[in-house]
């Protein structure tokens, strides 16, 4: 089938059912998203399409069928055949008549195509039987409902097609379906009044006018047909009544209108001799019941040499392409309204002409019954100037009055037009594809910016807009760093250290999407976190604290390429206010200004291994949560003097699946504390370290899950209130209100110019000379 075909089937679940059901159905089939409307696709595409559309929707066949043969006949209308289809006949009978004239028509631009056949009875009682033939099984379903949205939308009809008989025959490209329908008809309102009257009392006080109105009408017609009759008995004797005086006698009274008959006049005698009508009909055959040529025109004795000697059998020159039928007289009289093919056979044809293509006639069946024979009135079927000279053929020998001449020239502007459109439309499905991809490549790249900024800072970045500065009043910060990782970096290869860096940042990024934390940057060995920034939450101490609970379960998986043993970090946590912003133009960064930056990196430099540094205020933040603490004591910090500090040993009622963002266990249940798990997991890892490090098992991570936390959201409306009621200093010296630096987050433009701060970040301070040499080499090496 054509690509016109599933084109309509796919706007149909689309329009029903929506796009979502479309893919599902496109999915379960199978088959590509959209259809080429010239292209030829195996019948088996939409076959699979409307099975899987009948158990998908749970609808029985013939309905779905039913719908689609509809919805057919709107899409055609919607595609531009509608005054195609509406001249097709004067009424229903006329139009079924005619389907076999309209395929025949339409096979000139879809030479590919192959149609079924029709041949309409009208029975006594005003009814119809519909014959239906086909290759393809199983679709009878559709015609009905084709047939019954012409009837209803061309001639205001309603139809109800029952099947009544359905066999197989045996034709000449094989089994065919014939299906026999019953078609009756009464007329209808058109669809808006029949929609809005079929249930009211005056459309049925009207209907019954409507049908007695009709009655009436064929009385009237009776009995005016039984006038003319008599009118036309008397007409015969001059004597009694003149030319105007019949005429008279036949209109009808009160009307002023004639009556509708036609009596044709025949002359006694044909005058046209022989040759003049062979020549005059170039492209005629007459043939007797036996196949039998009786006479044929000068033309397709040329075409057909074999044709001047009368009485051959014309079923051994000619093959019946369509419609689909034996070559025997009465499989012709069956089809007698369609339109017949004919097609040259090769064999008979001369030697030197069997290199061309065969020559194709088409035409009409009349049947002279005084003479028991069959007149074939037909014109070569010729599509394009190509076809033609293909076949060495001339315009000339197409008769002055056949409309073929016409017809070889407009459809080769046809065929142009449509291989332009052709064109057009595979030219919008490689553009429709190459958005995909762009769309595609698009997330990839945003998913790339928003790795490196937060999303709202991204996003007004995008859009050329100077992002301003922000001041969080409370945060929790959050440095760790590999323990002697200096001497690492001395003994081993940069490979190496690439490799272990990167297996232990895969799993501290993952825990980041784990408790919602801000990853603000890696420097070397150093790694840096943020909770309550960019997006204030009041939980912000607890994420960071279960964040470095994680990494220290995270870093035991990770193996030191000098010894082979699990790696030790420090961390270290303070919680305290900072000023945030976004500097540089390259390469931007979204950074943290402040000293509780300075204070959170001395909590790290002089922590303990596997251990987490607690600042006085974090631990305040965590104090009345359920986290257990120790006190480490009162040391001393460069730069700041004494300060009493704490560590952070467990969370007494989370588990370390929850921690580690892993499916939570059966055995998870009873809330079992994360060191609970430390000693098996130890002899895990120390049982793993004998064997070669293997990055890329490092990729295989469990999925991740989120761990939960409950923000208050009056506590951070409360900050933002109170914050909006005061002015701050910038690194400047100017005063700005905090609402300039809230509408960061807000996505929103103050009025005055944007504040980008211009002193240098404040830093932590340096590590210990040797220390700070090699963290410089190795940052320099990668």
């Known amino acids: 089938m054509y690509g016109f075909i599933n084109t309509c089937l796919k706007s149909l679940v689309v329009e029903k059912y929506g796009e979502e059901t479309w893919e599902k159905l496109r999915i379960q089939a199978g088959v590509q998203d959209t259809f080429l409307t010239f292209e030829v696709y195996k019948d088996e595409i939409t076959m699979q399409l409307i099975d899987k559309a009948c158990k998908m929707l749970d609808v029985p066949p013939d309905m779905v069928l039913k719908q689609f043969g509809e919805f057919f006949f709107e899409f055609c209308k919607r595609s531009g055949y509608d005054h195609m289809l509406r001249t097709l006949g004067g009424n229903l009978y006329e139009f079924i008549e005619n389907l076999d004239a309209l395929h025949s028509y339409l096979s000139l631009s879809y030479q590919e195509m192959n149609a079924p056949s029709f041949r309409v009875e009208k029975n006594e009682d005003g009814s119809m039987h519909l014959h239906y033939y086909s290759d393809r099984r199983g679709l009878c379903h559709i015609v009905p409902g084709i047939i019954g949205a012409a009837a209803l939308d061309f001639f205001n009809t309603e139809i109800s097609m029952e099947i009544v008989n359905q066999t197989e025959e045996e034709e000449r490209t094989g089994k065919k379906e014939h299906i026999v329908f019953l078609v009756t008809q009464k007329p209808v309102f058109s669809y ?37 009759d008599r009118t036309s008995l008397v007409s015969v004797c001059p004597a009694k009544k003149n030319h105007w005086e019949t005429i008279r006698g036949i209109v009808t009274l009160g009307r002023g209108k004639l009556l509708r008959g036609f009596d044709p006049a025949y002359p006694t005698t044909l005058w046209i001799d022989i040759k003049t009508f062979c020549n005059g009909l170039p492209f005629h055959i007459v043939f007797d019941e036996e196949l039998r040529v009786k006479q044929a025109g000068v033309s397709i004795q040329k075409i057909v040499p074999g044709l001047q000697t009368m009485g051959i059998r014309l079923d051994h020159y000619f093959s019946i392409v369509h419609p689909e039928v034996t070559f025997t007289i009465s499989s012709v009289q069956k089809f007698i309204n369609s339109q017949f093919v004919f097609r040259t056979r090769r064999e008979m044809m001369p030697e030197s002409w069997k290199q061309r293509p065969m020559l194709e006639l088409r035409g009409q069946m009349i049947w002279m019954e005084s003479l028991q024979c069959m007149l074939y009135l037909c014109s070569p079927l010729l599509r394009t100037l190509h076809e033609l000279e293909e076949r060495q053929m001339h315009i000339a020998d197409i008769a002055p009055h056949d409309v073929t001449r016409d017809l070889i020239l407009l459809n080769q502007q046809r065929l142009a037009e449509m291989e332009l459109s052709n064109q057009l439309e595979r030219k919008k499905e490689e553009l429709r594809i190459l958005s995909k991809h762009l769309e595609e490549e698009k997330k990839k790249t945003e998913a790339l910016l928003y790795a490196m900024l937060p999303k709202h800072v991204a996003n007004q970045l995008k859009e050329g807009k100077r992002v301003e500065a922000g001041e969080f009043k409370e945060c929790t910060i959050l440095f760790s760093d590999v323990v002697t990782f200096t001497n690492i970096c001395a003994q081993c290869e940069p490979i190496q250290i690439v490799l272990m860096l990167n297996s232990m940042y895969l799993r501290f990024d993952r825990l980041t999407t784990v408790h919602d934390v801000y990853k603000v940057e890696t420097i070397g060995d150093a790694y840096m976190v943020v909770g ?100 480490r004591g009162e040391i001393e910090v460069k730069g700041k003097g004494k300060m009493h500090t704490y560590f952070l040993i467990r969370n007494r009622t989370a588990t370390e699946n929850e921690i580690m963002g892993n499916p939570i ?50 506590e951070t409306q409360a900050s933002y209130k109170g914050r909006s009621q005061e002015r701050i200093k910038d690194l400047t010296g100017k005063t700005h209100d905090v609402e300039s630096y809230r509408c960061l987050h807000a996505g929103q433009q103050p009025g005055s110019d944007p504040y980008l701060p211009n002193q240098e970040r404040i830093k932590p301070a340096p590590e210990e000379p040797q220390n700070r040499n090699v963290r410089s080499n190795f940052c320099n090496l990668i």
């Open 665 to 714: 266990k059966e055995s998870d249940s009873d809330h079992e504390s994360v060191q609970s798990f430390h000693e098996s997991r130890i002899k895990m890892i120390q049982s793993s370290c004998q064997q070669a490090m293997q990055p890329n098992s490092d990729q295989d991570q469990p999925p991740t899950i989120a761990m939960k936390y409950i923000d208050s959201p009056t």
């Open 192 to 228: 808006k009044k029949r929609n809005k009257f079929s249930s009211s009392p005056q459309y049925i006080a009207h209907s019954g006018r409507r049908i007695e109105k009709q009655l009436n009408k064929e009385d009237t017609e009776k009995n005016m047909n039984k006038i003319r």
């Open 532 to 631: 309550g920034v960019p997006v204030p939450v009041s939980t912000h101490a607890e994420r960071v604290a279960n964040f470095a609970l994680g990494i220290i379960i995270a870093a035991k998986e990770v193996k030191n390429p000098v010894s082979g043993k699990p790696i030790q970090i420090r961390v270290g946590i303070h919680t305290g206010p900072v000023l945030a912003g976004v500097v540089g133009e390259k390469m931007p960064r979204y950074c943290l200004f402040g000293d509780t930056v300075n204070i959170a990196s001395r909590m790290e430099s002089h922590g303990v291994p596997s251990k987490i540094h607690l600042s006085p205020t974090a631990y305040y933040c965590l104090k009345d949560k359920s986290f257990e603490m120790t006190e």
